[in-house]
């Protein structure tokens, strides 16, 4: 009688075969992504778990490196990856509805409702943390156009206030000067930019009353 041992201990090979093929590397936009199977068949009816079936009907070209090659955000791709890893919503200061976008392109439907609640949310609170911050700009005439055109970072003009002209000799008007009062919304303010604002008021005031606005 011959005895045939039978070893029931799969080879590594085959084993690291199995790991591998667990994993999936995604080209979004020219960014890659590392991930795997598990994660992106959280949602059985989105984009990407369709995309990794064997029996997909989605046409998807592949790269030299065998990854999927996707053209959308990758910004916006990672907080709906991430989502699908551990069912959380990790913005890291980008736009809700840039992600909002990306998640109804890949159809993952309970992170589209979740967005829309926060998106609604953020819009019905009140504006209560905004404050305008003042600035007194002090020029001479042939500076203000200059001045007034290269305002940027948020800073619009708000006022003009002649406070004086320069005399010669010959009793001629030269060299005009002028505050220039602009302003800006931003966050909570200091006391120190809080108390410039209120200067700045006082200055806009005066110059109103001057100008008989």
Same mark, same amino acid.
Request: proline letters at 2%; aromatic letters at 8%; one cysteine or more.
């Given at each position: 009688?011959?005895?045939?041992?039978?070893?029931?201990?799969?080879?590594?090979?085959?084993?690291?075969?199995?790991?591998t093929d667990q994993?999936?590397?995604?080209?979004?936009?020219?960014?890659?992504?590392?991930?795997?199977k598990t994660t992106?068949?959280?949602?059985?009816?989105?984009?990407?778990?369709?995309?990794?079936?064997?029996?997909?009907?989605?046409?998807?070209?592949?790269?030299?490196?065998?990854?999927?090659?996707?053209?959308?955000?990758?910004?916006?791709?990672?907080?709906?990856?991430?989502?699908?890893?551990?069912?959380?919503?990790?913005?890291? %200061?980008? $736009?809700?509805?840039?992600? !909002? @976008?990306?998640?109804?392109?890949?159809? =993952?439907? #309970?992170?589209?409702?979740?967005?829309?609640?926060?998106?609604?949310?953020?819009?019905?609170?009140?504006?209560?943390?905004?404050?305008?911050?003042?600035?007194?700009?002090?020029?001479?005439?042939?500076?203000?156009?200059?001045?007034?055109?290269?305002?940027?970072?948020?800073?619009?003009?708000?006022?003009?206030?002649?406070?004086?002209?320069?005399y010669h000799s010959?009793?001629?008007?030269?060299?005009?000067?002028?505050?220039?009062?602009?302003?800006?919304?931003? %966050?909570? $303010?200091?006391?120190?930019? !809080? @108390?410039?604002?209120?200067?700045?008021? =006082?200055? #806009?005031?005066?110059?109103?009353?001057?100008?008989?606005?």
């Open positions: 009688m011959t005895t045939v041992n039978i070893n029931t201990r799969k080879s590594p090979n085959v084993l690291k075969k199995q790991g994993w999936v590397k995604l080209n979004v936009g020219g960014q890659y992504f590392l991930t795997t992106l068949s959280r949602d059985p009816n989105s984009f990407l778990s369709r995309l990794i079936q064997e029996d997909c009907d989605l046409i998807s070209d592949r790269d030299e490196t065998g990854a999927y090659l996707i053209d959308r955000d990758p910004k916006y791709f990672a907080p709906v990856l991430n989502y699908l890893r551990h069912g959380k919503l990790v913005l890291d %200061g980008v $736009s809700e509805e840039g992600v !909002l @976008e990306e998640a109804e392109f890949y159809n =993952v439907t #309970q992170l589209i409702t979740l967005l829309k609640e926060c998106i609604n949310l953020r819009d019905q609170r009140p504006q209560t943390d905004k404050k305008r911050v003042y600035r007194v700009l002090q020029c001479r005439e042939q500076e203000l156009t200059q001045m007034i055109s290269t305002l940027s970072d948020g800073w619009r003009f708000e006022q003009l206030i002649s406070v004086g002209t320069q010959n009793y001629s008007f030269d060299n005009s000067e002028f505050l220039c009062v602009v302003s800006k919304e931003c %966050g909570t $303010s200091t006391g120190r930019e !809080l @108390e410039l604002n209120d200067r700045a008021k =006082v200055l #806009q005031q005066k110059g109103s009353r001057i100008l008989g606005i």
